[in-house]
């Protein structure tokens, strides 16, 4: 029979998790072996800087596409960071975009706030943008990104904010009472709040949360388990020939997931717990003026298809709804550059 302080130590372990380990004062070192080129990453180091907040906090963020460029600022998913911002750099220069990721709070470089909301989160977006002297700027949010970028369209100002974008972005739980929501709701809404340990072991036994290997070995792992996949339609295969072909893009996802867990491996964990409860606006009362593009796959494993109906149910005629057959995935693939292109010539 197990000592009565050892059942307690598990206990706490699977509800509240280890303890947050120290800020860390910038990106670890590259593996000396990696078989791609230093100058895949050079914007990891060289694009990413840190603004400090009134009240003391920092937010990390990092610039990619065209300096001089439309200002986007890019909410990345969860797992994430900063870093997927990156994925757009190209692109940003092709079509003329300044694409800026911004680390949450607790993530990346950014200093924790436990006690934010979604609203919160918002007002360290207009300070990135003020430290950054952009007159305006247009938003994309993809995945967890989503509520962020509607809590963003509540609070900014109408001369700073011109458009937002949404790819697979999860809609407030309380407005999805279809059964396709269950998964999300017991997730986001009962498991990350209450067992946080469990959904960091959920995340360790990936790839991608296998941060005891170097980011080149979680590449390996990953693209073995991607080649022996079967997709079971026609956007599966669209997503997992994407990941195939584009290595170096992996790469760089793995490590924006190491920056997401870098502070806090229960850091994503508690980002899912915030999108799982109230917003404290209704979705209604965003200003009627504000472009909308919502992009949503009707196969998405992750985000449920209702969710993007319900958000733009809610906006009205403001929203231009795009619906496909993809997964969360395919979906990012697929419309990559239409999504940008429709971005940059609204507002």
Same mark, same amino acid.
């Not at 009627?288 to 005629?317: C, V």
């Given at each position: 029979?197990?000592?009565?302080?050892?059942?307690?130590?598990?206990?706490?372990?699977?509800?509240?998790?280890?303890? &947050?380990?120290?800020?860390?004062?910038?990106?670890?070192?590259?593996?000396?072996?990696?078989?791609?080129?230093?100058?895949?990453?050079?914007?990891?180091?060289?694009?990413?800087? *840190?603004?400090?907040?009134?009240?003391?906090?920092?937010?990390?963020?990092?610039?990619? =596409?065209?300096?001089?460029?439309?200002?986007?600022?890019?909410?990345?998913?969860?797992?994430?960071?900063?870093?997927?911002? =990156?994925?757009?750099?190209?692109?940003?220069?092709?079509?003329?975009?300044?694409?800026?990721?911004?680390?949450? #709070?607790?993530?990346?470089?950014?200093?924790?706030? #436990?006690?934010?909301?979604?609203?919160?989160?918002?007002?360290? /977006?207009?300070?990135?943008?003020?430290? @950054?002297?952009?007159?305006?700027?247009?938003?994309?949010?993809?995945?967890?990104?989503?509520?962020? &970028?509607?809590?963003? +369209?509540?609070?900014?100002?109408?001369?700073?904010?011109?458009? /937002?974008? *949404?790819?697979?972005?999860?809609?407030?739980?309380?407005?999805?009472?279809? @059964? $396709?929501?269950?998964?999300?709701?017991?997730?986001?809404?009962?498991?990350? #709040?209450?067992?946080?340990? /469990?959904?960091?072991? %959920?995340?360790?036994?990936?790839?991608?949360?296998?941060?005891?290997?170097?980011?080149?070995?979680?590449?390996?792992?990953?693209?073995?388990?991607?080649? !022996?996949?079967?997709? $079971?339609? +026609?956007?599966?295969?669209?997503?997992?020939? !994407?990941?195939?072909?584009?290595?170096?893009?992996? %790469?760089?996802?793995?490590?924006?997931?190491?920056?997401?867990?870098?502070?806090?491996?229960?850091?994503? =964990?508690?980002?899912?717990?915030? *999108?799982?409860?109230?917003?404290?606006?209704?979705?209604?009362?965003?200003?009627?003026?504000?472009?909308?593009? %919502?992009?949503?796959?009707?196969?998405?494993?992750?985000?449920?298809?209702?969710?993007?109906?319900?958000?733009?149910?809610?906006?009205?005629?403001?929203?231009?709804?795009?619906?496909?057959?993809?997964?969360? =995935?395919? @979906?990012?693939?697929?419309?990559?550059?239409?999504?940008?292109?429709?971005?940059?010539?609204?507002?």
């Amino acid at each position: 029979m197990f000592p009565i302080f050892n059942l307690k130590s598990y206990f706490d372990w699977i509800v509240y998790g280890p303890q &947050a380990l120290p800020h860390p004062a910038g990106p670890p070192p590259y593996s000396q072996d990696s078989p791609f080129e230093s100058s895949e990453f050079t914007p990891y180091t060289e694009n990413s800087n *840190i603004v400090t907040l009134s009240d003391g906090r920092k937010i990390g963020y990092a610039q990619y =596409g065209t300096p001089t460029g439309k200002p986007v600022i890019f909410l990345h998913g969860m797992p994430g960071s900063r870093l997927d911002a =990156g994925h757009f750099d190209d692109l940003g220069k092709e079509l003329g975009a300044r694409v800026i990721g911004i680390d949450r #709070p607790g993530i990346g470089w950014s200093t924790p706030h #436990p006690s934010r909301t979604l609203l919160d989160h918002a007002k360290d /977006v207009e300070a990135v943008a003020d430290h @950054l002297q952009l007159n305006n700027f247009r938003i994309m949010g993809v995945s967890a990104g989503g509520p962020y &970028a509607l809590a963003c +369209a509540k609070a900014l100002p109408r001369e700073k904010l011109l458009a /937002v974008s *949404i790819m697979c972005g999860f809609c407030p739980l309380e407005i999805d009472t279809s @059964l $396709k929501g269950t998964a999300v709701r017991m997730g986001l809404g009962l498991m990350y #709040p209450f067992l946080p340990n /469990v959904v960091r072991l %959920l995340f360790q036994n990936s790839p991608i949360g296998r941060l005891d290997l170097t980011d080149e070995t979680r590449l390996d792992m990953l693209l073995k388990q991607v080649a !022996a996949s079967k997709p $079971k339609n +026609a956007a599966g295969k669209v997503e997992r020939d !994407a990941t195939k072909q584009d290595p170096g893009g992996v %790469l760089r996802a793995l490590r924006s997931c190491r920056e997401a867990f870098s502070q806090d491996s229960n850091a994503p =964990g508690f980002d899912g717990r915030l *999108i799982g409860q109230r917003y404290y606006f209704k979705i209604e009362d965003i200003r009627k003026d504000l472009p909308f593009q %919502l992009w949503y796959g009707t196969l998405d494993g992750t985000t449920p298809i209702n969710h993007g109906r319900l958000i733009a149910e809610r906006l009205g005629e403001r929203a231009q709804y795009r619906e496909s057959e993809d997964t969360h =995935g395919s @979906l990012q693939v697929r419309f990559k550059r239409e999504a940008w292109e429709a971005l940059l010539r609204s507002g």
